[in-house]
């Protein structure tokens, strides 16, 4: 069967995307002594927390260490070996984050050696072709600046603004990208409305409190960054959900859905307005809502962590942006699957509805997937596998998944090729 030939535009974005803590290893701050806090109560729980058919197929959740970053991938020392894996697979640009706590330590005093590391990071990712999108905050903070109350302090604005001038000063001659913040209302909401994450309050009010002081940390950032060169692009990383209601006939259905969207969706967009040159958007969860605020989903397909595979809603998601007349990058989009069973099509799917946005005028400018590297995924510790690239955590071995070689293909000739039978978008 003759396949279509969907072609992306000229310059497009291919890549994939990492973070500092997850895979660098050797890490310092406030994630690494929370980890080594609560490695064993994560195991306890695990099994009450996941189904059992995840319990069966991924055991080591039942183990501490686990739950401990440690070494990681290694990342740190083996950065440009996982480069060339990215240039082998058709990259043209690779999204990687910079941990403050090796930048400043201590509070005020800056590390030269740390900003030198990086800098051959960043040289590094040119060198085999590839754009850097450099991300500087990826969660972690500093021990000094946890101790003081992390994002809750109403100082974190002026911190994180200096962090970044520092960081932009020593490092932007090579870098024309660059997000201030990853996903912020992550944070806020397994941090402070759930109390999942570090440093577990759950408290609507501090969580409110939060929105606006990350949210003026990032346009304290952006205004100091774009004094220093009005030609980066700058921006944050907004994780966006897809929501509708249950019954789209139902008035309260709908309410709900009006004020989960608002929470998830657009409140940070708000407080951020136009300090921003372009938006990216990261893609992950699907959401129907009854009233009062419970999820009905069908879950046809679910990844190893259990969430739905809803390829359509990146479509929606995007679509919706265009009204903001800005370029769009996604920053981040995938699943854990161990097996590298769904990657393959959830990638042309997700590919296949975001060239019909792009077919009908809407500005996308790149896709990264998530992950490059099999990493260290926050409180559900090394079993839940991302990766385009297997990680043997014993051995820190690097193995290229099948799907990884089908998406540089799509990278290669920046063009989705797929059978005209699976092109139905209506």
Not at 14 to 23: C, L, M, N, Y
Not at 36 to 48: G, M, S, T
Not at 50 to 62: R, S
Request: proline share 4%; net charge neutral; aromatic share 14%.
């Amino acid at each position: 069967m003759e396949k279509q030939k969907l072609k992306f535009p000229d310059g497009f974005l291919w890549g994939a995307a990492t973070s500092a803590h997850q895979v660098e290893g050797g890490n310092k701050n406030d994630w690494s002594e929370w980890e080594k806090a609560n490695a064993k109560r994560l195991a306890e729980e695990a099994p009450k927390k996941h189904a059992d058919w995840q319990v069966k197929k991924f055991p080591e959740m039942l183990t501490p260490e686990n739950y401990i970053s440690g070494a990681a991938c290694d990342y740190y020392n083996r950065f440009e070996e996982d480069f060339d894996i990215a240039k082998s697979l058709s990259h043209n640009a690779h999204r990687f984050s910079i941990e403050w706590s090796r930048i400043e330590p201590e509070e005020g005093k800056f590390d030269e050696q740390e900003i030198e590391h990086y800098r051959k990071v960043i040289k590094a990712v040119l060198a085999r072709g590839m754009e850097p999108f450099v991300t500087i905050w990826h969660w972690t903070n500093p021990l000094w600046l946890a101790e003081k109350g992390g994002p809750e302090n109403r100082k974190f604005a002026f911190y994180f603004a200096r962090y970044a001038k520092f960081v932009v000063e020593k490092l932007g001659e090579d870098v024309k990208f660059w997000i201030t913040l990853n996903e912020p209302t992550s944070v806020i909401a397994a941090a402070y409305s759930t109390g999942y994450w570090p440093p577990q309050k759950k408290n609507p009010i501090v969580a409110l409190k939060v929105y606006k002081i990350l949210a003026k940390a990032h346009n304290q950032a952006y205004r100091e960054m774009k004094k220093i060169n009005s030609d980066w692009k700058v921006g944050f990383s907004n994780i966006l959900q897809y929501i509708e209601p249950n019954d789209e006939h139902n008035l309260l259905d709908k309410l709900s859905v009006k004020v989960t969207n608002y929470f998830s969706n657009q409140k940070f967009l708000n407080l951020v307005g136009s300090n921003q040159d372009f938006l990216a958007v990261q893609y992950y969860f699907h959401k129907k809502i009854k009233f009062p605020f419970k999820q009905t989903n069908e879950n046809k397909t679910r990844t190893d962590m259990g969430w739905e595979i809803y390829p359509e809603g990146i479509y929606h998601l995007i679509k919706n942006l265009q009204k903001y007349n800005l370029p769009i990058y996604i920053t981040e989009n995938g699943l854990a699957d161990v097996d590298d069973t769904k990657r393959d099509k959830f990638i042309k799917d997700h590919l296949k509805w975001t060239h019909k946005a792009i077919s009908e005028g809407v500005d996308v400018r790149g896709y990264f997937h998530w992950s490059l590297l099999d990493n260290f995924e926050w409180d559900k510790g090394f079993w839940p596998r991302f990766g385009l690239v297997e990680i043997d955590y014993k051995t820190l071995e690097r193995k290229i998944r099948p799907s990884a070689r089908e998406y540089a293909k799509i990278c290669q000739e920046n063009m989705l090729k797929i059978e005209a039978e699976n092109l139905d978008l209506t």
